[in-house]
């Protein structure tokens, strides 16, 4: 909500910036007011040349807006020295202003150098018949306001059908009538022979006095309109289903007669026990009520009173104070279902009443009652003779409806009609018009054939009339489309096209355009709206930018174009030499206001501000009415220039800029004339009851010049002055009063050096802005002095100054209006003072600039180098480089440390500053001269150690030398170098050596844990392979199998593989079993962070092993990390693969038993040899005995 009213503000504020920068004066006006209040006039204006002077015409089609009394067309001229419009009323009636009654509030003017044609729609009743038409009352005036010729366009339309009638009675053999008449083609309706034209003639001279008189006593009398009295039977011998039913015929009567009768009004009286009026005349005006009315009826039963039903109307209907009008047309409609009962008054008596005269009646009988002799002589009575236009009978109710039609050809006496006579009743002709040429004429008729419209060319000298519309084939799309809304006239290479606007066509509105053929006229590609409503096509305005005679552009108003109301559009089509329209862009007004109606009147005004091209007016006239009711309505004023409209504004006056109380200001605009005799073109813009006449102000175009001595600044280390010379030439030209012109004063600044910071040049005071004004000449000049100081940076580009001028008015009297400095032209102009160069007598100085750089590594590696340093060498062998300047660009992890100048050359350099992942830095190399020399220097760096941003890629150092040398071209080098990043990383075996017995009666299974351990320093995430190598089949043989492996980081990630590939060559040999000489499984492990621990467990196969192991074996189990070599680099001789052993043993197994049993039987046989030998040798001898027996 905030950022809509800021935008707001900023558009208010543009439009008032831009408001007081144009050349249309609204300080002073001169206006005329109509005496009428609420009058019309205003509706439309046109500008108008004759030999003496120019005049506003301005028409009032009615006094106000509910009179039917035409209001007037007035020529108005400029009074002085009063801002009054002195005007007078133009007789367009030849002293008959009968002949202009009941005009309705629609009128158009046109004009060329021959006459003036103003149309008026009138409404009025045709002969012999109560059904009306709408159609325009036009006058011809000499371009002196002489001559008037009166023209009927409905005399006209008839004269002109009737011959087309009998040309198709003399051809009915040659052509037959089934053609399409209800929707023509566009084609001459004056195809009749010269015997024909011979014949309409006599025809119109035998016509007879008593008729014309007759005519002219009608045209005397005003059109009171119709007046339709309904006597509706509500007795009680009708249903209460059928009364519905009558009362929805009543309904639908009533709709289907408005449509054709725009003066009709009705009443509906009800009889039974009484005699009841359900609404009178006057009530039925107002549409809605009435028929709502009709339904609400109630019914009264009982009698049947249609005698005294119809008295009441006679005395109570047909009356002044009901809304009954003089001299209207009176009719009875009785509706009745039977024979009159208890009715007190006579019938007859009531028919020949003198209040009956002139009064026509309609009788319906519904039921089968009318077969009786009395009650038909009673209908026949009520009817007026004869009784088969008069008498109408159905067998109920029900059959009411197909009754309408019949009814309604009988009222309005249209029997068998359906040609081009009834098609043109409400035809509006004249609704738009445009003057041909000589006595030739285009009007727009928006209501023929349905309201689908058309174009009628009109030749006064010859009587003979075209009328244009769009084809049969579109029939229903066009109907109701308002062809002739809108007509005007484009010129092409080719000669000129009929333009004409149909709002209403297919919802969104289309532009149509006829082009004359060799006897006929052909429709040419259309325009269409893009949205539905917007009214497209009602405003015309073709575009003569250059005054060539030849049509540039069409604009094409859509003032009800919407986006939150009624906003209005313009939309602006290129006309080309081959006579197609093209669309180029859409004007709008501002867009805070909503139901402006932008578009609603567009005019061509003429080159308002002299620059050679026409411009044009918009009208908004209902803009700002939601803010102040009592004062709305703006004009857009749009300049051109070679390429065609501009797409801003350049001023907007809107109503209280000049009135007040002023109302729908910009409904209609016209411009181009000088009104105010002033020698400057005006513009008049109507508003409701009101017209106005601006004045444009002079536009004026200057032209500034500065020119030094000398020409070039000289490059010299002391200071110097320099003349400059400012003038000022006014392009404009004026004569005249214009000369007042000279009463105006050029305020100017001079501004030096305006594009350097520190100033090279200065005025006597040391400043280097001055101000000045001088007194408007045909040219004028002024000289100063400006000093140059010592060059000291920079001595080639030129120095810029700078002139801003403006336009001061004095207060002196003048006779004109004020001046003004072209809005489209500079306020500004900029002059370039340059320094001397030496180029060795060569027109322009050619530099030869040669770098060489080289870089102080061959890689970067992140976390462990420290500074990168890049020499750069620049020679010139050529002529002087001006402002020659050094661009290096290099990765944000180069951090910058210092520039290290090895000669003495000025290399500044600035900054850096950081670009997304990259840094740059400017250096100026010997400003702003850099002469046939060499310029070495070194940048140093110092390498962040954060990661690259791209891995992988290469850092590059980008250098681009420029020079300010016309046509030197840039050196561009890059230098890319390999980055990689610093890691450390050792692995260990957590797990020793292992000895296993594999010998027999061993458990046929034995598990066994290898553990290896990473560690180090891994800041930048590098991916470490770890693979693990296990011996797993030899010869078919299984030795052992992987069974599970475990990791201690979750973002370790480990699997097992047939293969990691062959290791490298093992320091073992003999019984040693690696991965060379059998079948191993791999367990590969991925990690990045600085330690890890991988266990891998494995199962040995004893059994398989006992058969294949002889006495010993050794299994080798390898562990090796690697990494990417060419994006990482580590620390050198580090331990990358480490190795378990598995140590296999088989003890040899020996037989005890014939051991045990030689040992046994060895040593049974050595006892039984010590047992004899003792027993020999008398160890068993007991000498018990014998001692016992000593």
Not at 279 to 301: D, G, M, P, T
Request: contains cysteine.
């Amino acid at each position: 909500m905030k950022t809509d009213i800021f935008l707001s503000c900023l558009l208010l504020l543009n439009a008032t910036a831009t408001l007081k920068c144009f050349n249309i004066d609204t300080k002073k006006k001169w206006t005329y007011a109509s005496s009428h209040r609420d009058s019309l006039f205003g509706q439309k204006v046109l500008l108008h040349p004759t030999k003496t002077q120019n005049w506003v015409l301005a028409v009032a089609p009615t006094d106000n807006i509910w009179s039917r009394k035409f209001g007037g067309l007035h020529k108005c001229t400029v009074k002085s020295p009063a801002p009054t419009l002195s005007c007078e009323a133009i007789d367009l009636t030849r002293g008959y202003p009968q002949k202009l009654k009941n005009a309705q509030p629609s009128a158009s003017l046109a004009r060329d150098a021959s006459g003036i044609l103003a149309c008026v729609q009138q409404k009025k009743l045709q002969k012999r018949s109560i059904t009306e038409e709408l159609n325009g009352m036009c006058t011809l005036l000499s371009a002196e306001f002489h001559d008037e010729t009166l023209l009927n366009i409905t005399e006209i339309v008839e004269d002109h059908l009737a011959n087309k009638n009998q040309y198709y009675l003399y051809n009915r053999r040659e052509e037959p009538q089934s053609r399409d008449e209800e929707f023509p083609e566009g084609k001459s309706l004056q195809q009749n022979s010269d015997k024909m034209n011979r014949n309409h003639k006599n025809r119109r001279r035998r016509r007879n006095v008593e008729e014309e008189q007759n005519r002219s006593r009608e045209d005397e009398t005003d059109d009171s309109g119709t007046e339709i009295a309904i006597v509706l039977d509500g007795s009680g011998s009708i249903e209460p289903e059928d009364f519905q039913r009558a009362k929805d015929f009543i309904s639908t009567m009533m709709k289907t007669f408005w449509r054709k009768c725009i003066e009709c009004e009705f009443a509906v009286v009800q009889y039974g026990e009484d005699i009841q009026t359900e609404f009178n005349l006057q009530e039925s005006r107002n549409s809605h009520f009435a028929l709502q009315k009709v339904q609400e009826i109630q019914q009264l039963n009982h009698t049947t009173k249609t005698a005294s039903a119809i008295h009441h109307v006679l005395t109570e209907i047909f009356n002044k104070s009901n809304g009954h009008k003089e001299g209207a047309t009176k009719i009875i409609v009785v509706l009745t279902d039977g024979e009159i009962f208890r009715d007190s008054r006579n019938l007859e008596d009531v028919i020949n009443m003198p209040e009956m005269k002139d009064v026509e009646r309609y009788a319906i009988g519904v039921g089968e009652v009318f077969k009786k002799t009395k009650a038909m002589q009673e209908l026949e009575l009520i009817a007026s003779d004869p009784d088969d236009k008069h008498l109408f009978r159905v067998t109920n109710y029900s059959a009411l409806d197909g009754l309408l039609s019949m009814l309604q050809q009988k009222i309005f006496q249209v029997e068998g009609t359906k040609g081009e006579a009834f098609q043109f009743e409400l035809a509006q002709i004249g609704f738009s018009t445009q003057m041909l040429e000589k006595d030739c004429l285009l009007m727009g008729a928006v209501g023929a054939y349905d309201w689908s419209g058309g174009l009628v060319q009109y030749d006064i000298q010859k009587a003979e009339m075209v009328f244009l519309n769009e084809s049969h084939e579109n029939i229903e799309r066009a109907k109701y489309g308002y062809l002739g809304y809108s007509v005007t006239v484009v010129h092409g290479i080719s000669g000129p096209l009929y333009v004409s606007g149909a709002p209403r066509h297919g919802n969104k509105g289309k532009v149509l355009v006829f082009e004359k053929d060799v006897i006929s006229y052909k429709l040419l590609p259309y325009l269409e709206g893009d949205q539905v409503g917007s009214y497209f096509g009602s405003e015309l305005c073709p575009l003569d930018v250059d005054n060539d005679n030849v049509t540039d552009y069409l604009l094409v108003g859509a003032p009800f174009y919407h986006i939150r109301g009624e906003e209005g559009r313009v939309y602006v089509y290129k006309f080309d030499k081959q006579d197609t329209f093209t669309y180029v862009k859409y004007l709008g007004g501002l867009q805070q206001y909503l139901f402006a109606r932008f578009g609603f009147a567009v005019a061509s005004i003429g080159d308002i501000n002299r620059d050679g091209f026409n411009d044009i007016a918009i009208g908004a006239p209902l803009e700002g009415n939601l803010l102040d009711p009592d004062s709305f309505g703006s004009i857009y004023i749009y300049n051109t220039d070679s390429n065609g409209i501009m797409d801003t504004f350049s001023q907007r006056i809107k109503a209280s800029d000049i009135d007040s109380t002023l109302r729908y200001f910009g409904q209609s605009i016209d411009g181009g004339l000088d009104l105010t005799k002033d020698g400057l073109i005006d513009i008049t813009v109507g508003s409701f009851g009101k017209i106005f006449v601006l004045r444009s102000r002079p536009v004026i175009n200057l032209k500034a010049n500065l020119t030094f001595l000398p020409d070039k600044v000289p490059i010299v280390p002391v200071e110097k002055t320099i003349q400059a010379c400012l003038c000022f030439t006014i392009l404009s030209a004026f004569s005249g009063k214009e000369r007042d012109i000279q009463k105006s004063y050029i305020t100017y600044t001079l501004e030096l050096d305006v594009n350097m910071e520190q100033k090279r040049i200065t005025f006597d005071n040391r400043k280097h802005i001055i101000e000045n004004k001088l007194r408007i000449a045909e040219s004028y000049c002024n000289a100063y002095p400006i000093f140059v100081l010592p060059c000291q940076r920079d001595c080639f580009t030129n120095i810029t100054v700078k002139i801003s001028y403006s336009l001061e008015n004095s207060d002196e009297m003048r006779d004109v209006p004020v001046p003004l400095l072209d809005k489209n032209g500079p306020t500004q102009a900029f002059f370039e003072l340059p320094y001397e160069r030496d180029c060795n007598n060569k027109p322009k100085c050619v530099a030869a600039l040669n770098l060489t750089t080289n870089l102080s590594g061959e890689e970067l590696v992140v976390g462990e180098t420290k500074d990168v340093t890049m020499n750069v060498s620049l020679a010139n062998d050529g002529d002087d480089s001006y402002l020659t300047t050094l661009v290096m660009t290099y990765p944000k992890n180069l951090q910058f440390r210092k520039i290290v100048e090895l000669l003495s050359l000025s290399i500044e350099c600035t900054k850096p500053v950081s670009i997304t992942f990259y840094s740059s830095m400017t250096c100026k190399i010997s400003h702003p001269i850099f002469k046939k020399s060499v310029a070495h220097f070194s940048v140093i760096w110092q390498l962040d150690e954060a990661v690259f941003p791209d891995p992988g890629l290469p850092a590059t150092i980008s250098i681009n030398i420029t020079s300010a040398n016309e046509g030197a071209e840039p050196i561009v080098e890059h230098k890319n170098i390999p980055v990689k990043h610093f890691f450390n990383a050792v692995l260990t075996k957590q797990t020793p050596d292992t000895y296993v017995n594999i010998s027999q009666g061993s458990n046929e299974r034995k598990n066994i844990d290898f553990r290896f351990n990473i560690n180090g320093e891994n800041p930048y995430g590098v991916p470490v392979i770890l693979k693990v190598l296990i011996p797993t089949e030899k010869k078919g043989h299984k030795i052992m199998s992987v069974k599970e492996f475990h990791k201690t980081q979750n973002t370790t990630q480990c699997e097992i593989l047939n293969s990691c590939g062959l290791p490298t060559q093992t320091q073992f040999s003999g019984t040693n079993w690696d991965c060379t000489m059998v079948k191993c499984k791999c367990v590969q492990c991925i990690t990045r962070t600085d330690t890890e621990d991988i266990t891998v467990r494995a199962e040995l196969a004893l059994n398989s092993l006992q058969q294949i192991v002889e006495d010993n074996a050794e299994l080798l189990i390898s562990g090796e990390i690697s990494f990417n070599e060419t994006l990482y680099k580590s620390m050198k001789h580090i331990r990358c693969r480490v190795e378990i052993m598995l140590v296999l043993r088989k003890d040899k197994v020996f037989n005890l038993l014939p051991i045990a049993v030689g040992s046994a039987t060895g040593g049974f046989l050595l006892l039984a040899l010590i047992i004899v030998i003792m027993w020999k040798c008398g160890f068993f001898i007991r000498n018990y005995k014998d001692m016992k027996k000593e």
